[in-house]
């Protein structure tokens, strides 16, 4: 499929943009361009084009605001040392894409048209590319129902959109240890739902756990399984892997109420690499605890393409509250997270082939 590119009339000026990319934080700036692929049922995919970045116009009865057919992706362009861009794994977000498709019932889209939709938004809003030190741009591919009807069944249009954002490091003062807060009344996903889909609803089952893990004095929420409420399943938007002294580790298993990370196979793929046993296995929170506190345990890490890899200090709970190893970086978590970032940011070797060249 060919892509239009319509002229920008109104650019943002070089010198804003200068500005807005020396320090641009997570999320908030955006680049002058966004690509759009339009999908009826009668026609499939059609009209791709990259546009000028603006505002959508909505019927008030279009299927997403009431039924919630949306689903998204998160990936990020690099700059090399060389000056080239790349991406990371992009078919593998492109194939997650179509999976969480298939659960809300919405049409797929051929895996290389979402590649070159990234492809060309990247080349197209280049100058876009952030200076600051570990920088890069975060593309976010979604597509949403944007027919106008009110009846309960799956929509029969879609839009595909992709928008990028300068980002800067997810947070702020490099990678400190996160504080956990396990929710107790709450829960993500439940077997048969869509917590291995990667849809705006879970995200908004997700805020007010998050907003009361704030609320006590912590930065993220971890989410025990729906059942038991006993299994520790993931952060709200971050998977998570368990350290032990002896070398081993364990992320709990993808049984669809988890979401896959790109991230979080990469380093199942990377442990292997240094030979150490990774078990994708159940484990309990009250196992945790005491593997913290015995001292089986060493590191816990927290893991996704926004923040790549994330220590985790603390866990608290109504109940108790325990660090774990130093309450700072661990030594795995700091290895594995050089090395996954050297990988994309094109300074290590990159023996399986995960980046893609633009
Ligand atoms: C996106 C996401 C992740 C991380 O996935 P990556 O592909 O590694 O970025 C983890 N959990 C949830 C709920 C997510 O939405």
Redesign the pocket.
């Known amino acids: 499929m060919d892509f239009a590119h319509l002229p920008h009339p109104a650019p943002v000026p070089g010198e804003t943009r200068a500005e807005a990319i020396a320090d641009p934080g997570f999320g908030s700036v955006f680049t002058d361009h966004m690509v759009v692929i339009d999908f009826h049922a009668d026609r499939g995919w059609h009209d791709a084009r990259v546009t000028p970045r603006e505002a959508l116009t909505l019927d008030p009865a279009c299927a997403v605001l009431h039924y919630a057919q949306e689903i998204f992706e998160?990936l990020k362009a690099y700059r090399h040392p060389d000056g080239s861009l790349a991406l990371f794994r992009p078919l593998v977000?492109a194939a997650?894409l179509n999976r969480s498709a298939d659960r809300l019932a919405m049409p797929n889209l051929p895996e290389d048209l979402f590649v070159e939709a990234c492809r060309q938004l990247v080349i197209k809003d280049r100058d876009w590319f952030p200076t600051v030190e570990g920088g890069s741009l975060y593309l976010r591919p979604f597509m949403f129902a944007s027919e106008a009807f009110l009846g309960v069944r799956p929509a029969r249009e879609y839009k595909f959109l992709v928008i990028a954002s300068p980002v800067g490091n997810y947070f702020k003062s490099g990678v400190p240890a996160v504080s956990i807060w396990v929710s107790q009344d709450y829960v993500?996903a439940a077997p048969g739902g869509t917590g291995a889909a990667?849809t705006g609803g879970?995200?908004a089952a997700s805020l007010v756990p998050q907003a009361e893990a704030i609320s006590k004095g912590h930065d993220q929420v971890v989410f025990l399984d729906a059942v038991e409420r006993r299994w520790i399943e993931?952060?709200?938007?971050?998977?998570l892997f368990f350290v032990f002294a002896d070398g081993s580790v364990i992320t709990p298993p993808l049984g669809g109420t988890i979401?896959p990370?790109?991230?979080?196979d990469s380093l199942i793929q990377l442990l292997r690499d240094e030979g150490l046993t990774i078990r994708e296995e159940r484990y309990a929170i009250d196992q945790w605890r005491s593997d913290a506190e015995s001292g089986r345990l060493i590191e816990t890490m927290a893991?996704?393409?926004?923040a790549v890899v994330t220590p985790v200090g603390k866990v608290a709970s109504p109940d108790f509250e325990f660090s774990i190893g130093s309450g700072g970086p661990g030594q795995l978590t700091q290895r594995l997270r050089e090395r996954l970032v050297g990988i994309q940011r094109g300074t290590v070797p990159d023996p399986h082939g995960w980046v893609m060249p633009l």
Do not use: I, S
Not at 261 to 264: E, I, S
Not at 303 to 306: K, M, V
């Open positions: 998160g977000n997650r993500r990667k879970n995200y993931e952060l709200g938007g971050m998977n979401l990370g790109v991230t979080r893991c996704g393409t926004a």
